[in-house]
């Protein structure tokens, strides 16, 4: 099961003061939609989703068809075959929208302590 680029997405409170922070770490804008209410950065490997008013709650973000550097991969797993094996593995996958424009979609599922994972594909 190839899941794709890994991040995290974070709730966020306030998109300026989260983008200042994590630029002290070390971190750069991939993507800086501020005036959206959201960006990416990225140090290293690490990719981190800054978030302010989209969601409540933290969430682990796959993106099949995608590494690191948000740049697409030959080789990977459709979020559709993503969704069967999930559902044969015996998980309960909420929030499936399969048939987006272009092959892209996503869904949802909890882990064993609630935690939103999402897998959202773009391609």
């Known amino acids: 099961m190839n899941l794709g680029a890994f991040s995290v997405s974070l709730a966020v409170k306030d998109i300026a003061a989260s983008l ?7 971190f750069e ?3 800086d939609h501020r005036e959206q209410g ?3 950065v990225k140090n290293g490997e690490h990719v981190i989703g800054l978030f ?6 933290n969430i682990l973000t ?3 068809g995608w590494d690191q550097s948000g740049q ?8 559709r075959e993503l969704h069967r094996q999930l559902e044969d593995a015996g998980l309960e996958v909420s929030n499936a929208n399969l048939d987006g424009p272009d092959s892209r979609g996503s869904l949802t599922l ?4 609630r935690n939103v994972i999402l897998l959202d594909q773009h391609r």
């Open 20 to 26: 200042a922070f994590y630029k002290k770490l070390g």
């Open 29 to 31: 804008p991939m993507v």
């Open 38 to 40: 959201w960006a990416i």
């Open 52 to 57: 302010q008013g989209m969601f409540d709650e």
């Open 62 to 64: 796959f993106n099949p």
């Open 72 to 79: 697409e991969t030959e080789d990977f797993t459709d979020i």
């Open 110 to 113: 909890r882990d064993p302590d």
